[in-house]
């Protein structure tokens, strides 16, 4: 198997921790699949939030990221009220390319549980794809 580079990313600047609710959970108590993207997506909003453009800010200039590839790797599962951490990274900000890393992991750090990655294109108000400028590049990609 090849090695994808979006998931080896060697350091992610944002970190959030969260909680496994019980509307995520299966009747055995094993979070669902889909639950994972709306973690990243958790912690995408986030990153942008704490690299000082949050993403209200980024439609308000009239753009909105559209997801086109989102991937995870599933390593163990999440069960109901277990905590663990959200990693981000923006690892590619071009101006019609935008790749967000993410890992999660147990509290203690010692197990990586998923890890994956959302490419996004940047689309105008009338969807159709547009460049972002440099200057939400900048933040995005510090």
């Not at 439609?59 to 790797?73: H, I, N, P, Q, T």
Request: charged share 30%; with cysteine; hydrophobic share 35%.
């Amino acid at each position: 198997m090849s090695t994808n580079p979006y998931l080896e990313v060697p350091e992610f600047p944002v970190e959030i921790e969260e909680r496994v609710r019980y509307s995520e959970v299966d009747r055995f108590g094993v979070a669902h699949n889909k639950h994972y993207f709306e973690w990243f997506e958790i912690g995408r909003t986030e990153y942008c939030r704490q690299k000082g453009l949050p993403y209200k800010e980024i439609e308000e200039k009239g753009y909105v990221l559209v997801v086109v590839e989102a991937f995870c790797r599933y390593r163990r599962p999440l069960r109901y009220d277990e905590r663990f951490i959200i990693q981000v990274a923006c690892c590619e900000a071009k101006p019609r390319k935008i790749v967000f890393s993410y890992r999660l992991i147990s509290l203690d750090r010692s197990t990586i549980i998923a890890q994956g990655y959302t490419i996004h294109v940047p689309v105008n108000f009338k969807a159709e794809v547009t460049s972002l400028p440099d200057d939400i590049l900048t933040y995005l990609y510090r």
